[in-house]
């Protein structure tokens, strides 16, 4: 298990690093991506032996966290109290965070494969390589 963690940690972070090479000093002022940066950090990658389903599943936990702006863990959360969230169609599912510049939400990151809490580890820390987002907030 750890060396799938790794190798899809690993995806992750090279993914950022494009945005980090390219990255203007200015994006906590922008708040936003150029379209040009979005190109050079949006990636899906299936590592050899992930679960086939994870091609669907990562980018469902990403389109969540970026659309409610929160971590897809506290929704998955939310929906025991509230099953009405999950008519929504979105997937409540932990492993998918947003990545935040100032509070404002200018993308996300959607991991699938290990276990939940794995996921989630890969995924801040694919947030975590991008200069001026702000840290992700734990569940």
């Known amino acids: 298990m750890k060396r799938v963690l790794l190798s ?6 090279l993914s950022a690093s494009a945005l980090l090479s390219t ?5 906590a002022d922008r708040k936003s991506m150029t379209n040009g940066e979005a190109r050079r950090l949006i990636m899906l990658e299936r590592m ?6 994870s091609v ?11 659309l409610f702006g929160r971590s897809s863990a506290l929704l998955e959360e939310a929906i025991k109290t509230r099953p009405a969230i999950g008519t ?3 997937l409540l ?7 935040m510049v100032n509070g404002v939400v200018i ?3 959607g991991v699938s494969g290990a276990t939940s809490q794995q996921d989630e580890q890969v995924a801040a820390a694919g947030i975590a390589a991008i ?6 907030k734990k569940p």
Not at 23 to 27: C, S
Not at 48 to 53: K, L, Q, R, V
Not at 93 to 99: H, S
Not at 131 to 136: F, L, N, Q, V, Y
Request: aromatic share 0%; proline share 9%; net charge negative.
């Open 93 to 99: 599912l932990q492993g998918g965070l947003p990545i």
């Open 56 to 66: 669907d599943i990562a980018p469902g936990k990403a389109r969540t966290a970026a």
């Open 8 to 13: 899809v940690s690993t995806a992750l972070v």
């Open 107 to 109: 993308g996300s990151v």
């Open 131 to 136: 200069k001026g987002a702000d840290e992700p």
């Open 23 to 27: 990255a203007n000093a200015d994006l």
């Open 88 to 90: 929504a169609g979105h």
């Open 48 to 53: 050899d032996g992930a679960p086939t389903i």
